[in-house]
């Protein structure tokens, strides 16, 4: 009973929303439209009170059950779960708003792009809500089996997201996403054998790593394939190459809030799960001047580059915001590939900064196609004098992904470029700068034009058909909330920063 109590603060956020997911499955169309989204803004509200209440708990860590006698589902409250938590509850939250309006579209067959054969809409918000607690399990696990179990339930629960349309691009895009991610699946569990092989059945994340006391020589090879393995395998889900070809087929068919979650927060399980192994379980002195090191970074500098490369020359607007989700998630990882402490601060920065920055790109997305049925980048040619407010958040975000000061995108980018220069990794140190560099310029070639062309239609565009189309406030508020925290992040930093710098401090990072 004990044990059930302590784990209370921990299993409320995860199960809480899962069983609200099954109650508007069951319930299904006996509950209409409005009732539906009451009740799904009023479980995310007190979800996130929950995750709050989980932080701020007398135990940082509980036992739920074993599995084995040694294999025990452990919660754990550090660092990292308190920031991929509350990322999650509170992009949830406003991504849920949003789509209240935005599901309208995708539940009727008055638009391009929706279909008769669609999913439901209880079916999306049923789903909706199990994945982000799933989401939780995998923010609050406190060793790899936890974690594993969690993320595996997360990649079978999202697949609807993709699924939605029931079109046959949609089918294809499921599969793909599903055929990628087992995969990915595979690989971490051939590296989470071999650490049990060589370390406590436990595997308790363990700061600084619970390998941070050396290898055995006879293992060190395997083990540092094993790590590679990991990575790889949970770089699938926040599409690294070679793994990425899932991200561009699922979001162009998936609905627009299934995209802004599946860019803004899903990726980040992957990032989370990288996190875990490198300064967790197997420790960064292990990997730093390893092969596993310098084929990370290259991996990493290839999918930023080629993400930007891809998404410049894309005309399918969700399709470019999602090359660009593969090129930015990437500046997170290679980040942590430099195994530096000024280089893990600009990762974690960029993973609360890109959540917000893409969501709301997303989301205008979606609004967009909501409004005028447009999904092509050169149908835009005059977007921003229909529907100004919406572009305006868009270039906000836009300024900010590509790293233009006051807004948070550019904080995260200078630590990552300093980390580089201080890590010393050979021509890493000079390449990774520099490949960031021509990553930002082809962001500003791919995101700018469609302000641009937006607000500055030119002489062709036929002011006598002008329409107002503005999103209304359940569309414009969320994205209005996300601008407005990538100015405050952006002008504000510090406290972020000083927050993440304090943490890093206690993972051993320097040689």
């Not at 997360?154 to 599903?178: N, Q, R």
């Not at 540092?224 to 991200?247: D, E, N, Q, R, S």
């Not at 420790?283 to 290259?298: E, I, S």
């Not at 201080?422 to 500003?444: D, F, M, R, W």
């Amino acid at each position: 009973m004990n044990q059930i109590l302590e784990s209370l603060p921990f299993a409320v956020p995860i199960f809480f929303p899962v069983l609200c997911g099954l109650l508007i499955l069951l319930l299904g169309e006996r509950i209409n439209r409005k009732s539906r989204c009451i009740i799904v803004t009023a479980a995310l509200v007190l979800n996130l009170l929950f995750t709050v209440f989980a932080w701020t708990a007398e135990t940082d860590s509980a036992v739920l059950f074993y599995l084995t006698k040694k294999v025990p589902v452990l919660f754990k409250a550090d660092m990292l779960s308190m920031l991929f938590t509350g990322l999650l509850s509170a992009v949830w939250l406003l991504v849920g708003i949003f789509s209240f309006e935005y599901m309208k579209h995708e539940e009727s067959a008055e638009h391009g792009e929706s279909s008769t054969k669609s999913l439901s809409g209880s079916t999306f918000y049923g789903f909706y809500m199990m994945v982000v607690g799933v989401m939780a399990g995998v923010g609050f696990a406190g060793n790899l089996i936890t974690f594993y179990l969690f993320y595996e339930f997360m990649t079978l629960l999202s697949v609807p997201f993709v699924l939605h349309t029931m079109t046959k691009e949609a089918i294809f895009a499921a599969k793909k996403y599903l055929y990628y991610s087992i995969a990915g699946a595979s690989m971490a569990v051939f590296g989470f054998a071999v650490l049990y092989s060589v370390s406590d059945a436990n595997i308790a994340f363990v700061s600084g790593g619970v390998l941070s006391g050396g290898i055995p020589a006879d293992k060190q090879t395997l083990l540092l394939v094993a790590a590679f393995l990991l990575i790889v395998g949970f770089g699938t889900k926040a599409g690294m190459f070679p793994m990425h070809g899932w991200l561009p087929s699922a979001h162009p068919v998936a609905p627009a809030p299934a995209s802004a979650v599946l860019s803004g927060m899903i990726t980040k399980c992957g990032v989370l799960g990288i996190l875990r192994v490198v300064f967790y379980l197997v420790g960064a002195d292990n990997l730093r001047g390893t092969w596993v090191q310098y084929a990370f970074l290259a991996l990493t500098l290839i999918t930023v580059f080629m993400g930007s490369m891809l998404a410049f020359k894309e005309q399918i607007l969700k399709k470019r915001l999602a090359y660009s989700t593969v090129s930015q998630v990437s500046y997170v990882l290679f980040g942590i590939a430099l195994l530096h402490p000024v280089a893990l601060i600009g990762s974690l920065l960029h993973i609360v900064y890109h959540s917000v920055l893409k969501c709301t790109l997303f989301l205008n997305a979606g609004a967009i196609i909501y409004k005028t049925g447009k999904t092509k980048v050169g149908e835009l040619c005059g977007i921003g004098k229909e529907m100004p407010v919406a572009l305006w958040t868009y270039t906000v975000a836009s300024l900010g992904l590509i790293g233009i000061p006051p807004i948070c995108g550019f904080i995260s980018k200078w630590y990552l470029c300093v980390g580089a220069l201080e890590a010393g990794v050979g021509i890493t140190a000079y390449l990774g700068p520099a490949v960031l560099l021509v990553s930002a310029l082809l962001t500003a070639g791919y995101l700018l034009p469609i302000t641009i062309k937006g607000f500055f239609p030119g002489e062709s565009y036929d002011y006598a058909v002008l329409e107002k189309k503005e999103p209304n406030i359940l569309m414009l508020a969320p994205l209005i909330v996300f601008a407005a925290a990538a100015v405050f992040l952006g002008m504000f930093p510090n406290a972020l920063a000083n927050l993440f710098t304090e943490a890093v401090g206690l993972l051993h990072l320097l040689p």
